[in-house]
């Protein structure tokens, strides 16, 4: 099964940048979407970003467009979430997920899981 693992958290002010790694290993061939999440206690996962590992297709949830960027680098098998302007309701344990089919973007669609990683933004 896909191995992930996110790295990059940390504490920040409103309207800095922070960027988040995900860095995928064993069978990345079978990886056809990668995804980032989060969840604040109480509260369901919710979706942040999305792409297909070709690149093809590209999602945002609505509360970061605009303000979020998914990228990747294939030949490091990683994933970027870069985050400007972030606000308190930012904060959130970020997770980063791969997929074995092109569905996006609930939990289900994907199935290798991170740790998570905290992000914690103040006002």
């Known amino acids: 099964q896909v191995q992930v693992v996110e790295s990059g958290g940390g504490l920040v002010q409103a309207g800095a940048s922070l960027r988040l790694s995900c860095a995928a290993s064993r069978r990345t061939f079978s990886i056809y979407t990668m995804g980032w999440f989060r969840q604040t206690p109480g509260k369901e996962r919710e979706f942040v970003a999305g792409?297909?590992?070709?690149?093809?297709?590209?999602f945002y949830g609505d509360s970061v467009k605009g303000r979020f960027t998914i990228s990747r680098d294939n030949g490091k098998n990683t994933v970027y979430l870069q985050m400007n302007s972030l606000k308190p309701e930012d904060t959130a344990i970020y997770y980063c997920?791969?997929?074995?089919?092109?569905?996006?973007?609930?939990?289900?669609?994907?199935?290798?899981w991170g740790q998570g990683t905290q992000v914690t933004v103040s006002s």
């Open positions: 997920a791969a997929g074995s089919t092109t569905g996006c973007c609930t939990p289900a669609d994907f199935t290798s």
């Open positions: 792409m297909w590992w070709s690149g093809g297709s590209i």
